[in-house]
């Protein structure tokens, strides 16, 4: 091929990191990408002319579908997999040039997802955990622990501070099981008042008491049938409820609310709290059986600031998050991003992301500078106000956008689809910062 007809296109393919290499029929090498060659050709200046069959490679002659295109010819898109790598992506297929009249090889190798960080659910739209990738010490251990335990059904206790990510985490749990295309049904102990909690989970039968459906009531642990049944404070869970739950765990059976049957149910249960369960057992106020059943498998999410590799990619996922949710596009500079790093951030993972929607929000340009911090109440101008002055900035900018969106909406429940949290948090919040 002649240089001619690469060489305009370099810069772009270069770009991509992707493995992308063209051969002649013969197999000959006529180009690669600086992502091939980072992954395959290390330590080579040049391979340009050689024949594949040279590059001394192993993961590159295990996935590579060049010898079934030379012998059939046929364009294919399909998933590899080499060691405990994971799935490569290969798509090869031929490429006609008209200038020198000949037809080349492309073969593009997509490498397999690295580990993912977990991104807070509240007040956003549900996004996979694979679309975004981190290198954090602190969550590869667990991340490779959940993908071991995948094919069991062992409960799984998630513990940790809030806005940790726990919940992310059991979504992630449930996505590597073998149940990951049944059901995924959360309940949230601290956000359903207490004399409503057993009837949201075990459901109730016609006429079960005054004001009941006349139909009766599905509970929550029968819409998770053969599914995973998450419950997100677990710690709250009324005492006297914590024997039902302890059945349900033990022998798969429930009964619901005014029946006298009882009902069998294949469910995995996953739980989280942030509270100190061998301290509620103390105090008489969580089943030591029940704490036991609930962690055969325990994960601790540590906190952000014992995380500082996680930073910046939280950051460019939430940036990326709110630029698509507002329709704008702007960046960071690094002197703003630093300024971010150097927060003790006690609100976790949930205290960045309000932070950086704020930031989006009201940064006068299409690049966030350290200029702009100071919009957060002063937070990060001084180091010894750090651990306050960001709680008090995320609580005023939560407040702010409570008053637009209920002067807009005028009621909770438009309020909660429009920020896309659940209604019991939006009327929680809204009685919070007083808006009526």
Not at 71 to 98: A, C, E, M, W
Not at 243 to 255: D, G, N, P, S, V
Not at 291 to 296: A, D, E, F, M, T
Not at 328 to 338: G, L, M, P, V, Y
Request: net charge positive.
């Amino acid at each position: 091929m002649e240089k001619h007809n690469i060489v305009p296109l370099k810069s772009l393919i270069d770009a991509i990191g992707y493995y992308i290499c063209i051969y002649n029929y013969k197999g000959v090498i006529e180009y690669y990408n600086s992502a091939f060659k980072n992954a395959y050709l290390q330590g080579l200046d040049n391979f340009m002319g050689k024949h594949y069959s040279l590059i001394e490679n192993d993961e590159f002659q295990s996935i590579t579908s060049l010898p079934s295109f030379i012998k059939n010819g046929k364009s294919t898109s399909l998933q590899k997999r080499y060691g405990t790598h994971g799935l490569f992506y290969v798509n090869i297929s031929s490429v006609f040039n008209p200038e020198n009249n000949t037809t080349y090889i492309v073969e593009t190798i997509a490498p397999p997802f690295k580990a993912p960080v977990l991104p807070i659910k509240e007040g956003m739209t549900q996004t996979p955990v694979e679309d975004i990738f981190l290198g954090d010490e602190k969550m590869r251990s667990i991340l490779e622990t959940i993908n071991r335990i995948s094919n069991f059904d062992s409960t799984v206790l998630i513990t940790g501070e809030s806005g940790t990510g726990k919940s992310m985490l059991a979504n992630f749990i449930h996505s590597k099981s073998k149940r990951a295309n049944r059901p995924f049904v959360t309940i949230n102990c601290a956000a359903i008042p207490e004399n409503l909690i057993e009837s949201e989970l075990f459901g109730y039968v016609p006429g079960a008491f005054t004001g009941a459906n006349p139909k009766g009531k599905k509970g929550l642990v029968e819409q998770a049938d053969t599914g995973t049944l998450f419950l997100d404070e677990i710690g709250l869970l009324p005492l006297n409820l914590q024997a039902k739950f302890l059945q349900l765990i033990q022998e798969k059976t429930y009964t619901p609310i005014g029946s006298v049957k009882t009902k069998k149910v294949d469910v995995r249960i996953i739980s989280a709290t942030n509270l100190n369960l061998k301290k509620q057992i103390q105090e008489k106020n969580f089943r030591e059986d029940l704490y036991y059943r609930l962690r055969v498998i325990e994960f601790y999410m540590p906190p952000l600031r014992e995380r500082q590799d996680a930073i910046d990619s939280l950051i460019d996922y939430f940036l990326n998050l709110y630029n698509k949710k507002y329709g704008i596009r702007k960046t960071i500079s690094q002197n703003a991003r630093q300024l971010l790093h150097n927060s003790s951030w006690s609100g976790n993972i949930r205290e960045l992301q309000y932070v950086i929607e704020r930031l989006v929000v009201t940064s006068r340009e299409n690049r966030i500078t350290s200029s702009d911090i100071p919009l957060l109440e002063g937070a990060l101008t001084k180091e010894e106000n750090y651990d306050v002055s960001f709680d008090m900035a995320v609580e005023k900018f939560e407040k702010e956008l409570l008053l637009k969106y209920y002067a807009k909406y005028k009621s909770s429940y438009k309020v909660a689809d429009a920020l896309g949290i659940s209604q019991t948090k939006a009327s929680r919040l809204l009685r919070k910062y007083d808006i009526h």
